[in-house]
């Protein structure tokens, strides 16, 4: 690790919590230069839910480059570029009766982020956004000015303006949250403005593993329509299937103005987002809003070949089997250790345990690291042990991991 402690920023923070130099990776296992192997219950923080190294994606996008493909084009006409737009439009979106306008924003989640709060504050003309309790939306400044951690908000360096924060749903229990941004809305003696849109994400990854629930989903999408604000749903990490349908507002019905995609779109995990607008509301002037790699065609390759996984309820179904049995063992693991003061959160394959001991969840995950388990922290306080293996893991991998955690919290409790 001494070329990274020399020569990188002291801003990295992954090689701190895995001290190793990882060498190759395939499906759901890693391994590092000396030939240590690793289940990975981190995917690339989502960004690889189809594994590591794909066949076919890395066949194709082999083939791609030795046939002279274009890599580079910012957002002009190309093949590859074609190809995934139709791919999307047929296996994606018209077998969910989904209609919305592709934008190709920049190679990352917090690009999609941005492009959304821009354009639906042209739209609206507003300048408010709302987002929520223990929101995460990215490290630019306009996402950030809808995230709620504060460590990451006083990286800034500057104040961030132009949002709202409103609780999510059960940020205080029994409490109904939703009743309480409606008076915020309703009440002209409130201090917040008609706001152009309201962000969300469905699960709160970074902010912890919360799981909204689908009818508080329902509501705040009801709440849209009927003040005219539009609906931007972050699903740069909880989707792409992470929680058992492509995208995770799926199993609630509602249908966003805006959609965030990002991590897992390019399918092999090279950088691609995406910003799904409704057609009404795309009203961008040319080059309004652009960027130099707006257009990763190697990603388009990889992308599109990914789409294979969607093209009937197989996978859908495979993902949401094995959410159940990540479940049972996270629900067996709470049990086991009462000492551990934990509960399970989250849904998929995207699921946690949260502890009301936050000062314990490190040491887990290094000893579990130690063990040949890759997984980490998530929550204002590091209190969630965060669970995002790839979606291809299979029920085995799932178990040898949460075995390995077991082993872990067990060695972490006795010290």
């Known amino acids: ?196 849109a309201i962000i969300l994400e469905t699960v709160q990854g970074e902010g912890g593993i919360n799981a909204a629930s689908m009818e ?11 003040w005219d604000i539009l609906l931007i749903v972050d699903d740069v990490q909880a989707g792409c299937g992470r929680t058992g349908t492509f995208f995770s507002f799926e199993p609630a019905g509602i249908d966003p103005d805006i959609v965030c995609l990002s991590k897992s779109i390019g399918g092999a995990g090279l950088p691609m987002a995406l910003t799904l607008i409704k057609p009404e509301y795309d009203q961008w002037g040319p080059g309004e809003h652009n960027g130099t790699f707006r257009g990763n065609n190697l990603a388009f390759i990889g992308a599109a070949e990914a789409l294979s996984y969607w093209e009937n309820d197989d996978f859908s179904k495979s993902i949401q089997e094995k959410g159940v049995v990540l479940r049972e063992g996270i629900e067996a693991l709470v049990t086991k250790y009462p000492e551990f003061d934990a509960h399970h959160r989250g849904r998929g394959l995207m699921q946690g345990i949260a502890t009301a001991k936050p000062e314990l969840t490190d040491a887990i995950c290094s000893e579990a690291f130690q063990r040949g388990l890759i997984v980490e922290t998530s929550g204002p306080e590091d209190e969630v042990v965060k669970f995002l293996p790839p979606l291809i893991i299979d029920k085995e991998g799932i178990n040898e991991g949460l075995a390995i955690l077991d082993e872990s919290i067990k060695t972490v409790l006795e010290k």
């Not at 923080?45 to 794909?54: C, K, P």
């Open 216 to 226: 508080w989903l329902k509501k705040v999408a009801d709440l849209c329509k009927r």
């Open 1 to 196: 690790m001494k070329t990274f402690e020399e020569l990188e920023s002291t801003v990295r923070s992954y090689s701190r919590g895995w001290p190793t130099v990882f060498e190759k990776a395939k499906g759901y296992k890693i391994w590092d230069t000396d030939g240590n192997e690793y289940i990975d219950f981190f995917a690339g923080a989502g960004a690889l839910n189809y594994g590591h190294n794909d066949d076919t994606m890395q066949e194709k996008m082999i083939d791609y480059i030795q046939n002279n493909g274009i890599l580079h084009s910012l957002d002009m006409g190309t093949t590859s570029r074609k190809m995934f737009l139709e791919r999307f439009k047929e296996v994606i979106l018209e077998p969910r009766d989904l209609d919305y306008k592709v934008m190709f924003p920049g190679p990352t989640g917090t690009n999609s982020v941005e492009s959304a709060l821009k354009i639906a504050r042209k739209v609206t003309g507003r300048d408010t956004v709302i987002s929520f309790t223990n929101a995460f939306h990215g490290m630019t400044i306009g996402s950030l000015s809808v995230t709620a951690n504060s460590f990451k908000r006083h990286g800034a360096g500057v104040p961030l303006h132009h949002s709202v924060s409103m609780p999510f749903d059960d940020y205080v229990e029994g409490q109904n949250t939703l009743a309480y941004l409606e008076r915020f809305l309703e009440d002209r003696g409130s201090g917040v403005a008609l706001p152009a």
